[in-house]
């Protein structure tokens, strides 16, 4: 399985669920150190993992993560597309529009290249594609407008459908992930500064945002990374061109 954007949060968690499964792991960030150390926690011997530095942007990225993961594993049985460029602002913000671009080349872009460049050993392998998707693009959340990601994301939710039908032929099944609130890193911070701009507790910070879900407390980066692992592996081996919302409850479609 090769995971794209492994960091401390989302990308770590979906490395260990999957290594927990059995699944060999090729990944990829642009951050050497934090690569080694989850590396190291999959797998200290480095015989199940493997990991590639470079930008997703970027075709070369791709190719080299692909490569490793034949080289080592023989080829390539799942791609997930976790890396992701996600700014704050709307249009009165956007300026010359470089977050707009940034965020299609990393979300879209980045992974479509990955894919393209992991189909032939998909296709032979009937492997799978998960999308790490969105809420915010269906339900945009007043507390953090972000337009560029959210645009993004929407994009890959239309590129996601036409993959599915293109490669369907070839028993290749490509689906998505889309978290609302997630309590990880980045959700960590924005409550952090919620509660010193609004001079609230932590907790009232967090029960602010989780008041309208039906569970009244938010998934855990740690819960997207299981619906992720399931989504890829052949427990959903009926299951394409689908997206799966893991949010508690807040939107329900």
């Known amino acids: 399985m090769i995971i794209s954007g492994v960091g401390p949060g989302l990308g770590r968690r979906v490395a260990l669920c999957a290594a927990r499964e059995g699944a060999n792991l090729v990944l990829g960030a642009r951050t050497e150190t934090q690569l080694a150390e989850v590396a190291d926690e999959v797998d200290p011997t480095g015989g199940r993992v493997a990991y590639v530095t470079g930008d997703i942007a970027l075709a070369s990225t791709a190719e080299a ?13 799942s791609v997930c597309h976790c890396a992701a460029y996600s700014p704050f602002g709307g249009l009165e913000t956007a300026g010359d529009f470089s977050d707009f671009r940034q965020a299609f080349e990393v979300n879209l872009i980045g992974g479509m290249q990955l894919i393209r460049a992991a189909l032939p050993s998909l296709k032979e392998r009937r492997g799978s594609v998960v999308f790490v998707s969105s809420q915010t693009h269906w339900f945009p959340p007043s ?24 490669v369907g032929p070839d028993k290749v099944r490509v ?3 889309a978290p609302g609130w997630m309590f990880g890193p980045p959700v960590q911070m924005f409550l952090g500064w919620k509660s010193e701009s609004e001079g609230i507790t932590l907790e009232e910070a967090k029960q602010s ?31 394409t061109g689908q997206t799966l919302f893991v949010n508690a409850g807040e939107f329900m479609h």
Request: hydrophobic fraction near 55%.
């Open 143 to 166: 507390e953090a407008l972000q337009m560029a990601y959210a645009a993004s994301k929407g994009a890959i939710w239309g590129a996601m459908h036409h993959l599915a039908l293109e």
């Open 209 to 239: 945002l989780t008041k309208n879900m039906a569970l009244q407390d938010m998934a855990s980066d740690a819960d997207v990374a299981e619906a992720i692992v399931f989504m890829a592996s052949d427990r959903a081996k009926g299951i």
């Open 65 to 77: 993560l692909v490569a490793a993961a034949t080289e080592q594993f023989g080829g390539v049985d």
């Open 175 to 177: 689906n998505e992930v």
